[in-house]
T-cell receptor, first 114, second 116 residues
């Protein structure tokens, strides 16, 4: 049981390049999320998927696309990276843990766009 | 709209002392959940404690307790007997649940530094 996994852990892109961040969870959770965390700030929601086959925008969706490939996997794509997208990206999913509801987070992807 | 406010950018505490990290929230919902997460320098998000809006007792998890004052809309985290390993960023968050969304909204965090 690996929980929530993300790849890659680190990435450096040049402005205009594209890439896909991968996320997978093995806990059979329905809902999955992509957040970004900028220095000195809390996490802000980019996109989420309440169930397989559905996706919706969060607070800061511009410049991103997502795919919910199946129940396990939820990917985030940057089509044309910009320096403003330099951030740490977290994938998460809801589940029952010690709390009635607990969001499980992946380890994060540190992305730098030059 | 729901909002979480953490007014302490940084806090210092001596080892073995207790410390309170402040969190206030704003919501018009009657049913909601409040969370605290710890983020050490390694970057991962670690769940600490949860309080439901209908829970009559304050939540506790080991050295962590949540001082829930519903009328004041505050959900402060109390860490007793601080340890050097408690040095980290701490985020308060609230669950926002509506017909088309179920997500956490986060405060800006408090950086706690524990000194010997």
């Amino acid at each position: 049981n690996a929980g929530v996994t993300q790849t890659p852990k680190f990435q450096v892109l040049k402005t205009g390049q594209s890439m896909t961040l991968q996320c997978a969870q093995d806990m059979n959770h329905n809902s999955m999320y992509w957040y970004r965390q900028d220095p000195g700030m809390g996490l802000r929601l980019i996109y989420y998927s309440a169930s397989e086959g559905t996706t919706d925008k969060g607070e800061v969706p511009n410049g991103y696309n997502v795919s919910r490939l199946n129940k396990r996997e939820f990917s985030l794509r940057l089509e044309s990276a910009a320096p403003s997208q330099t951030s740490v990206y977290f994938c998460a999913s809801w589940g029952t843990g010690r709390a009635p509801y607990e969001q499980y987070f992946g380890p994060g992807t540190r992305l730098t766009v030059t | 709209a729901q909002k979480i406010t953490q007014t302490q950018p940084g806090m210092f505490v001596q080892e073995k002392e207790a410390v309170t990290l402040d969190c206030t929230y704003d919501t018009s919902d009657q049913s909601y959940g409040l969370f605290w997460y710890k983020q050490p320098s390694s970057g991962e998000m670690i769940f600490l404690i949860y309080q439901g809006s209908y829970d009559e007792q304050n939540a506790t998890e080991g050295r962590y307790s949540l001082n829930f004052q519903k009328a004041r809309k505050s959900a402060n985290l109390v860490i007793s007997a601080s340890q050097l390993g408690d040095s980290a960023m701490y985020f308060c968050a609230m669950r926002e649940l509506s017909y088309n969304t179920d997500k956490l909204i986060f405060g800006t965090g408090t950086r706690l530094q524990v000194f010997p």
